[in-house]
């Protein structure tokens, strides 16, 4: 078996411990096999989680018979002498264990914040859903020009733009955008200081319009 199940907390708290439950099911680890949830059997869920010695990280190791599954674990730490329902949860992590190693998942990541910013968040997403994805189609395909999948209605309207290839033989070539044709998604495109693409793109090239 390949990996612990680490959970971090104030120090000193000897007697923390873990309850593995099922995010697919909702069941819970009761020390020999998955359950559903049971109040009156909160001590049969206890999977010891002993600190590594002042350091604040308990660590449990997945039980030798748990099935793989996606799981969640929550470190507890108990009012009393021992776990007992109302113990506080101080630490949860999610994972998958596929019967022989634990594989983490993105459990505690806030997607929602970028450094700490909602605001830079909010601002990435908005700039992401400026951008244009298109492919190079087949009819026209020139070092400096290219019909398209592109289906944009209004004349030159990417005109201004940088279009960066991601796929093809130009993958990370960037260029300005002169011209957009309607008809065919026809793009005209200029490099800097006036420079064209080595090779023509062909049918099926991945571009973006930023």
């Given at each position: 078996?390949?990996?612990?199940l680490?959970?971090?907390?104030?120090?000193?708290?000897?007697?923390?411990?873990?309850?593995?439950?099922?995010?697919?099911?909702g069941?819970?680890?009761?020390?020999?096999?998955?359950e559903?949830?049971?109040?009156?059997?909160?001590?049969?869920?206890?999977?010891?989680?002993p600190?590594?010695?002042?350091?604040?990280?308990?660590?449990?190791?997945?039980?030798?018979?748990?099935?793989?599954?996606?799981?969640?674990?929550?470190?507890?730490?108990?009012?009393?002498?021992?776990?007992?329902?109302?113990?506080?949860?101080?630490?949860?992590?999610?994972?998958?264990?596929?019967?022989?190693?634990?594989?983490?998942?993105?459990?505690?990541?806030?997607?929602?914040?970028?450094?700490?910013?909602?605001q830079?968040?909010?601002?990435?997403?908005?700039?992401?859903?400026?951008?244009v994805?298109?492919?190079?189609?087949?009819?026209?395909?020139?070092?400096?020009?290219?019909?398209?999948?592109?289906?944009?209605t209004?004349?030159?309207?990417?005109?201004?733009?940088?279009?960066?290839f991601?796929?093809?033989?130009?993958?990370?070539?960037?260029?300005l955008?002169?011209?957009?044709?309607?008809?065919?998604?026809?793009?005209t495109?200029?490099?800097?200081?006036?420079?064209?693409?080595?090779?023509?793109?062909?049918?099926?090239?991945?571009?973006?319009?930023?």
């Amino acid at each position: 078996m390949s990996g612990i199940l680490p959970a971090f907390a104030a120090t000193g708290n000897t007697g923390n411990y873990d309850h593995i439950r099922s995010l697919t099911s909702g069941q819970v680890w009761n020390g020999s096999a998955m359950e559903s949830w049971n109040i009156a059997h909160w001590s049969n869920y206890v999977v010891a989680a002993p600190e590594q010695p002042g350091s604040g990280c308990y660590v449990a190791n997945p039980p030798v018979a748990l099935p793989a599954d996606y799981y969640q674990y929550v470190l507890y730490t108990p009012l009393g002498g021992s776990p007992a329902s109302g113990d506080t949860p101080v630490f949860d992590r999610d994972f998958q264990f596929d019967g022989t190693n634990v594989i983490w998942l993105g459990s505690g990541l806030n997607i929602a914040k970028i450094n700490g910013s909602a605001q830079a968040a909010s601002d990435l997403a908005l700039s992401a859903s400026a951008m244009v994805p298109g492919q190079a189609a087949a009819g026209t395909l020139t070092t400096n020009q290219m019909t398209t999948n592109l289906t944009n209605t209004l004349a030159n309207a990417y005109a201004g733009r940088i279009l960066v290839f991601t796929a093809g033989g130009n993958a990370g070539k960037a260029l300005l955008i002169t011209a957009y044709v309607v008809t065919g998604g026809m793009l005209t495109m200029i490099g800097y200081n006036n420079q064209v693409l080595a090779t023509p793109p062909l049918p099926g090239d991945a571009f973006i319009i930023v």
